[in-house]
């Protein structure tokens, strides 16, 4: 009875799993539209190659994981039944591996972005000597080289990928007492923990320069009156938009990750086992793909200035008030977001 409800999906509907797959794929498909549509002839800056390395990783790894929930939602076959008379349970191991990959690889490109938008704001002297698109492509490559040694030692017997209720989601055992698995699910937490708190503080610190800058451009702007579409208040207002769009990927990135960590050390330190955490830290680490495009579309600075440069430039019978606020559109575009300058 026990081998047989391994092979069943206990419990739920792929509503939720389609809803989630649909969302995934739309927002970093309209992401990587919008990142094309903002490159258009020029070379791309470290952190559009940051930005297009997380969204085609969130991408590839929805398409990992996600058809396989929805099938085995429709098949009524947990991932150890689909994987058949494998012994190995092939589909339940490559659940796994994908879920441990692609969370540490998206957790790890935007500690990156942070480090790169803190070199940025924080010491632009040495960013600007010694930081390039090259050193993307490299940490990029590292980053996937590092996450794939690490997420590999469980089929060698260093940890190990198991199947959680309802049948549809496989990860790293955080309920085992062998202390070698012990060991791999408190490395992976730690891993996870570290990138959380580095990631924090560097948009801590952007935050802190950010308005260490609005408050010289307040000061500036008292002393000194100048136009209400000039270019140091267009500046300032990108830096404001930053503020935010930082401030809200932060807040996501802290929901999808932190409770997992919580959820493994806690396993750890009890014997106790907790099956509805398990798949809430689940569910919750599988939003942070989800989640991430559609922040950077719906807060990212430029879109705003896209969009009220389409109806300014869209054709109208009688443009009669429209001249001024197409001039302050057109000096909106002519100057790129903080992230494209460098």
């Known amino acids: 009875a026990s081998s047989q409800n391994e092979n069943m999906v206990l419990s ?37 190659v940051l930005v297009t390395a997380l969204i085609i990783t969130d ?6 994981v996600s058809p396989l929930v929805i099938t085995a939602y429709s098949r009524n076959q947990s991932m150890i039944g689909l994987s058949g008379n494998d012994s190995n349970n092939t589909i339940c191991s490559h659940f796994g591996f994908a879920m441990t990959f ?57 940890g190990r990928y198991v199947q959680y209720c309802p049948g549809t989601w496989c990860f790293i055992d955080m309920n085992s007492d062998e202390l070698g698995h012990k060991v791999y699910k408190n490395i992976y937490a730690s891993c996870l923990l570290a990138m959380i708190v580095c990631t924090v503080l560097c948009n801590a610190s952007v935050i802190y320069h950010l308005l260490l800058m609005y408050r010289r451009r307040k000061a500036n702007r008292s002393s000194f009156r100048r136009p209400k579409g000039s270019k140091r208040s267009l500046s300032l207002t990108k830096e404001v938009e930053h503020l935010v769009l930082l401030g809200f990927m932060t807040i ?65 019978p009688q443009p009669t008030n429209n001249k001024d606020h197409c001039i302050l559109s057109e000096s909106f575009q002519t100057s790129p977001p903080i992230e494209l300058q460098t």
């Open 59 to 64: 991408l590839v790894g929805t398409f990992s």
């Open 102 to 158: 692609f969370s540490l690889v998206t957790l790890a490109l935007l500690l990156s972005m942070a480090l790169e938008r803190w070199f940025s704001i924080g010491l632009p002297y040495f960013y600007e000597r010694h930081i390039n698109t090259r050193c993307g492509y490299v940490a990029i490559i590292l980053i996937y080289l590092v996450c794939t040694l690490f997420c590999v030692t469980p089929f060698f017997g260093f």
């Open 252 to 316: 996501a990135f802290l929901i999808c990750s932190l409770p997992l960590v919580i959820h493994v050390y806690i396993s750890s330190s009890r014997d106790t086992k907790y099956p509805a955490m398990d798949l809430t830290a689940l569910l919750l680490l599988s939003m942070n793909p989800i989640i991430d495009p559609w922040v950077f579309i719906i807060l990212s600075p430029p879109v705003p200035r896209l969009l009220w440069g389409v109806i300014c430039h869209a054709p109208r």
């Open 12 to 48: 739920g509907t792929p509503t939720t799993s389609a809803i989630m797959f649909s969302a995934g794929v739309l927002g970093n498909v309209v992401a990587l539209v919008l990142l094309k549509i903002r490159r258009k002839n020029q070379s791309a800056s470290l952190f559009q």
